[in-house]
């Protein structure tokens, strides 16, 4: 019961923290006309809930089979389910947040728009690119085990070049194409397009995303699938 509660209070602890610093100390704005702190409580919030569904995989993958050692021994069990279920329990922590984020736009803003029903489109291509990367760091942190320092400060520095706190058009023109190299920039656009917005992104952009995200996916599975009958030998 206790790891339930948290699961709820962390999220809210979080939104209000960032929603001070972000909108009252260092007066972020969405631009969106009238935008009270409330509502970038809400835009502000809606970018966390995605982003930690990487951050968590992402710092747990390091050392996600190190932590396993006795899987790894036994031949026969299938060792690349592992990140799966830590992406698992990361979209289950995510359904939390979206619920607090639903209830709390019911109360500052009314029911979203008709198009956050297609979610789900956002959430799969964000699902790939979580796994991929998981896949990839989770077979390294075997042999690098210095590698989960760099992950975190890594997951640190993406999370401030996403545009969770600030729209992509506070950013000068001339670096938006580097801001657009991260993944989650695609992901973080389509998702407030959706639920706030009211507006269906581009399929072209849509299905460039996933593509993108499959061929993450899939080089990371073939990276862990390739080096992984060198575990039981490192551990």
């Not at 198009?115 to 291509?125: D, F, I, Q, S």
């Not at 942190?141 to 969770?164: C, E, K, N, Y």
Request: aromatic share 14%; with cysteine.
């Amino acid at each position: 019961m206790l790891g339930i509660v948290w699961a709820v209070l962390n999220p809210i602890l979080m939104l209000m923290v960032y929603t001070f610093v972000f909108s009252v100390v260092f007066r972020a704005r969405w631009g969106v006309g009238g935008e009270s702190n409330t509502e970038f409580a809400l835009l502000l919030f809606s970018g966390l809930i995605l982003f930690n569904v990487l951050g968590e995989c992402l710092n747990r993958a390091p050392g996600l089979l190190l932590e396993n050692v006795s899987y790894i021994k036994k031949v026969v069990f299938p060792l690349e389910i592992l990140p799966m279920v830590s992406l698992a329990v990361a979209l289950f922590n995510a359904g939390i947040g979206f619920v607090i984020l639903l209830l709390f736009h019911l109360v500052v803003a009314g029911l979203p728009p008709v198009t956050a029903l297609l979610m789900p489109l956002v959430v799969l291509p964000l699902c790939l690119i979580t796994l991929g990367l998981s896949w990839f760091f989770a077979a390294a942190g075997v042999f690098l085990r210095d590698i989960r320092q760099v992950v975190g400060v890594g997951v640190t520095v993406l999370m401030f070049l996403s545009p969770i706190f600030y729209p992509m058009s506070a950013i000068p023109e001339r670096f938006r194409p580097i801001l657009h190299l991260n993944p989650m920039t695609a992901i973080l656009e389509h998702s407030k397009d959706l639920l706030f917005w009211g507006r269906v992104p581009s399929l072209l952009d849509w299905g460039l995303a996933t593509l993108g995200a499959w061929l993450v996916a899939w080089l990371g599975y073939l990276w862990f699938m390739k080096i992984r009958r060198g575990f039981a030998d490192v551990v």
